[in-house]
Nanobody
Framework: QVQLVESGGGLAQPGGSLRLSCAAS????????MGWYRQVPGKERELVAT?????????TDSVKGRFAISRDTAKNTEYVYLQMNSLKPEDTAVYHC???????????????????WGTGTQVTISS
């Protein structure tokens, strides 16, 4: 069982900054990639940024140069962060943490990968 827990959303003014954090915890799992997606009512969830286990990073065009994704590991917990600068009203959305995970087993090797999602954190950019 793997859980993703986000934190760091809230209200910011245009031009301001916010930092999102996500902790992936559980027992005996391997991260293939982690990232952030966002969704506004009536629209599909869209990719914001991803980072692979090898460190490859991708951003959607609208956040390039403004957002930065990073990862960290500590005591069976994997962290992914999203530093958001120069925020715009159009960045307003619910931001969801995502992880693509495999579960190592003795008998069958690695199971998966499967997608795991956090419940989301609201980001509102408004003056």
């Amino acid at each position: 069982q793997v859980q993703l827990v986000e934190s760091g959303g809230g209200l910011a003014q245009p031009g301001g900054s916010l930092r999102l954090s996500c902790a992936a915890s559980g027992s005996n799992f391997k991260i293939k990639a982690m990232g952030w997606y966002r969704q506004v009512p009536g629209k599909e969830r869209e990719l914001v940024a991803t980072i692979s286990s090898g460190g490859t990073i991708n951003y959607t065009d609208s956040v390039k140069g403004r957002f930065a994704i990073s990862r960290d590991t500590a005591k069976n917990t994997e962290y992914v962060y999203l530093q958001m600068n120069s925020l715009k009203p159009e960045d307003t959305a619910v931001y969801h943490c995502h992880a693509r995970i495999t579960l190592p087993t003795m008998a069958f090797g690695d199971l998966g990968p499967d997608d795991y999602w956090g419940t989301g954190t609201q980001v509102t950019i408004s003056s």
